[in-house]
């Protein structure tokens, strides 16, 4: 069964920055796609970025565009999400989810298939 683990969180000041990691096992991604949601307290889960495991392929929410890098390491089968300049408004619990591939990278959550536990993030202006 699919397991995804994440890591990295933690407290930061405004400015800082952090990388989360998210280890996958239980099946073979070649043809998955993996994402990183995060989901502020009273707020909807929102799509923060996603790669595919295969080829180069990426998409960034606007709000995080420029400050946030995803990557992956096959051999490891883990996904990292590198947050720079960080700001309070990116307080939130983060998830990363995984599904198979579409012909383009759906930002919905209901769409992911399997879910992690979630890493609290918190930005202290």
């Known amino acids: 069964q699919v397991q995804l683990v994440e890591s990295g969180g933690g407290s930061v000041q405004a400015g800082g920055s952090l990388r989360l990691s998210c280890a996958a096992s239980?099946?073979?991604?070649?043809?998955?796609?993996m994402a990183w949601f995060r989901q502020a307290p009273g707020k909807e889960r929102e799509f923060a970025a996603a790669?595919?495991?295969?080829?180069?392929?990426?998409r960034y929410s606007d709000s995080v565009k420029g400050r946030f890098t995803i990557s992956r390491d096959n051999a490891k089968n883990t996904v990292y999400l590198q947050m720079n300049s960080l700001k309070p408004e990116d307080t939130a619990v983060y998830y990363c989810a995984t599904r198979p591939n579409t012909v383009v990278i759906t930002t919905r959550a209901r769409e992911y298939d399997y879910w992690g536990q979630g890493t609290q993030v918190t930005v202290s202006s």
């Open positions: 790669i595919r495991w295969s080829g180069s392929m990426t």
């Open positions: 239980g099946r073979t991604f070649s043809s998955y796609t």
